[in-house]
């Protein structure tokens, strides 16, 4: 097995020709836990139902929720990125920083096979599984660009539906927007509003507001509001209740 410390990143044919022939992940564990959380992977495989298995920020969405590290092999410019996600200390390990490239780039990463951890963050007291200081990388900038700029450009399942948003930070706390991005999250700040509110935003359109929700999602950054009168949902509570309270016949 290569080392998992090794810079260079495999080629996609080379990683599915090992994948074949031993039939187990080129990055797997190098020890410890063989399989991953209950929760997370009861998560992967509402995914996978979904057909959504591949959906990188689906995948990372769900680590996140769970706060559990996982090893997500990420299909990315012809090559297979071993990203290992540590959302307790807002970390992944990788040999290179996959932020590093175009972020432009990052609309053709998808998820190839999502595993356990194979190494452990720093500080861990399992120091023998602790990798090189410098293939540690800051998560929240990942998750950031993965919204932004990578191939999901719908909500993400968990904060979809008939709710609206609040920002929860105010900047400098949060990763930096750019420009109608910005404003609006400024705007989100102060007010309350909708996914349709949004998209009705200077600069903005439906796309441009899922992907700034998802990314403010991800880092922690954005409170979704599921009872609130700007989604309908008082609304329509009263006028069931006013329903239940008039007399047949």
């Not at 564990?29 to 959906?55: C, F, I, K, S």
């Not at 998802?214 to 880092?219: A, P, Q, S």
């Amino acid at each position: 097995m290569p080392d998992f410390e090794d810079s260079t990143l495999w080629r996609i044919s080379a990683y599915e020709r090992f994948r074949q022939e031993r039939g187990t992940s080129a990055f797997a564990p190098l020890g410890g836990n063989t399989v991953l959380p209950t929760t997370l992977m009861a998560d992967l495989r509402h995914l996978e139902a979904r057909r959504e298995q591949t959906d990188v920020l689906e995948v990372m969405a769900a680590c996140m929720r769970h706060r559990q590290s996982a090893l997500a092999c990420l299909r990315h410019d012809g090559l297979v990125w071993p990203v290992t996600v540590f959302p307790a200390e807002m970390l992944y390990h990788s040999p290179r920083d996959l932020c590093g490239s175009a972020t432009e780039s990052l609309a053709d990463v998808q998820v190839i096979a999502c595993d356990p951890a194979g190494v452990r963050p720093p500080g861990h007291w399992m120091h023998e599984r602790v990798a090189r200081a410098d293939h540690y990388w800051s998560l929240k900038p990942l998750l950031w660009a993965l919204a932004l700029y990578g191939p999901r450009r719908t909500l993400l399942n968990e904060i979809a539906g008939n709710v609206a948003y609040r920002v929860t930070q105010p900047r400098g706390e949060r990763p930096e927007a750019p420009g109608a991005m910005g404003a609006a999250a400024e705007q989100l700040r102060r007010e309350s509003a909708t996914l349709r509110d949004m998209a009705r935003w200077p600069g903005l359109s439906v796309e441009r507001a899922s992907r700034l929700l998802n990314g403010l999602y991800l880092c922690t950054s954005l409170m979704v509001l599921r009872s609130h009168p700007s989604t309908g949902t008082a609304t329509g509570l009263a006028e069931r209740l006013r329903n239940l309270r008039r007399p047949r016949g």
